[in-house]
């Protein structure tokens, strides 16, 4: 395929795609913290704020080291299995699909606050429909957008928080002291606590969404982008949940819970700033749609090189939009929005365990990364007690949420299971087709020509995937090394060719590579292994030049874990992966 290229995202921009997710959480965090934390909300939303502060490093590791598209889904896929790594990118496609509804839904619903005759439904669809097509028009439009919503809602935030401080100064702390002396609900301040926190967790979702178009934005910006969403949770959510128990009492919490900063801003400014609160809203929620479609492209483009997906969303148009997987993004959301008639419940037990889920894996993968690859360089580094300390908050908000709510957890599975299924049939595609022919000629032998005609066409569709060749460059690795290669293309990949690549500077024959590779092409019977040599130094010509010449994508190349000494960084390479 020709590559289209864009211009890359600055900070502000990729900022303002990722923080409209993040930031959106401000609108409803901080009400259902207090509803189970009470007074203490608080210091469950700086617990968050603590372990989010933990993921900025994890985060920065991961990306630093391999930075290309598919957060966690990239970092599996370079440290474990392609099942393992299929499983992250299902939950995140998860977690955006159901973002997505329910950002769109949510906004619709602040809307019909002020125009009370809208259609919830109807108004959902069109919200989707829009930013599906400003989706496809491509990221630059779709930054500028996004900036607009992000600069509009942290001004709004702003305004919310000044007014609130003002409306203490001048009226005291009277509330705040009846809200403190009020009994906790749960019982006891651990509980309420750790039930605030697992709510709270909510205010962190999107936090990955940065790691999942990090190839579209400028060098140096990711982690920067990292530092931004940490740094407007961190100080909206608690400063907000502090002023909303100075002002508002807790009875009154339940009551105004889904629009709660809203009645926050007529209690302290009066009605323009309540209406304006409300519009914010739904600006900043759908924005969040926006970070929802430009985040599940990356990852499911990134996929679709992979061959975890069908080619038929390799498609871009002229502005470089991959409008296949977005408009099968939309059509997705519009089942699941129908499927459950909007009910919000439903939707956000699918984004809460799929964030959750996903965050975890991907401080996993940070583990694996530092011991499978050690070597590989990489800007930043986490403390493995700070990954374990992080992973372990995450599995907590897990169980919590569950304690919660058993039955979103049962409806997250209830949309888990068939997306696992499907990834699980077209990762094992291939003795799918082998299993139909043999059923096909054992049980429909009466209808012999019709069974010659199907296994002639799924003969084809079999030959045509096992016949995508693979390339692993070997530094002349011995055959203890070279073993574990191919047992990782047999195990992970759908291929019976593999060349195996050294590049040397001298002329010199490998006389044992040589005779290590004719030992294990008759160890593994079901690959066609060619050895090649080439004179030359190892770098991105080198792949550029195989690339082109042999119409092999650079995602189909393997390379060993690179050290310090190597020349380039992994990002030089083009999207080469580690597989030792």
Known sequence: MKEIVHKKLNQLQATSICGNDISSSCLYVSALTILYAGQYAWISLLIVAVVLFLFRKIYAEVVGAIPLNGGAYN??????????????????????????????????????????????????VVVLVLFTGLAILGIGESAFVAVIIFMTHIGTLTLLVLASAWFVLSHGLDTFHINWQTPIASGSIKTALFLGFSAAMLGISGFESSANFVEEQEQGVFPKTLRNMWGIVSFFNPVIAILLISVIPLTEVGENKESLLAHLGDTTGGAWLAWLISIDAVMVLCGA?????????????????????????????????????????????????????????????????????????????????????????????????????????????????????????????????????????????????RLLIEALEYFYQPLRKMVILSNRYLESLSSKINSQEFVFFTKGDDITILNKVLQYVEDNETTKKLKIVHVKKDTVDNEALKKDLEVLDRAYDNLDIEFIEIEGVFGPEIIDELSEKWKIPKNFMFIGSPGNKFSYRVADLGGVRLIM
């Open 75 to 124: 970092v599996l896929l370079n440290t474990s299995t392609k099942r393992l790594a299929s499983v992250a990118a299902t939950l995140t496609v998860l977690s955006y699909m159901a973002t997505a509804v329910i950002s769109a839904s949510e906004g619709m619903h602040y809307l019909h606050g002020i125009f009370e005759g809208l259609n919830v439904t109807i108004a959902t």
């Open 289 to 433: 749609v926006l970070t929802s479609f430009v985040g599940v492209s990356g990852l499911l483009n990134r996929m679709t090189l992979d061959r975890i997906l069908p080619n038929y969303f390799l498609k871009q148009n002229k502005r470089g939009s991959h409008y296949r997987i977005v408009i099968s993004f939309l059509i997705l959301c519009l089942s699941v929005l129908f499927a459950t008639n909007g009910h919000l419940e439903s939707l956000a037990g699918v984004y809460t365990f799929s964030f959750l889920a996903v965050m975890a894996l991907f401080g996993i993968g940070n583990l694996l990364l530092k011991y499978k690859r050690r070597k590989l360089p990489r800007p930043e580094r986490a403390r493995g007690i700070a990954v374990v300390t992080a992973v372990f908050f995450v599995i907590a908000a897990f169980l919590g949420n569950m304690s919660l709510n058993i039955n979103s957890f049962y409806t997250f599975l209830q949309y888990m299971i068939p997306a696992l299924i499907f990834i699980g049939i077209m990762l094992n595609r291939v003795t799918l087709i």
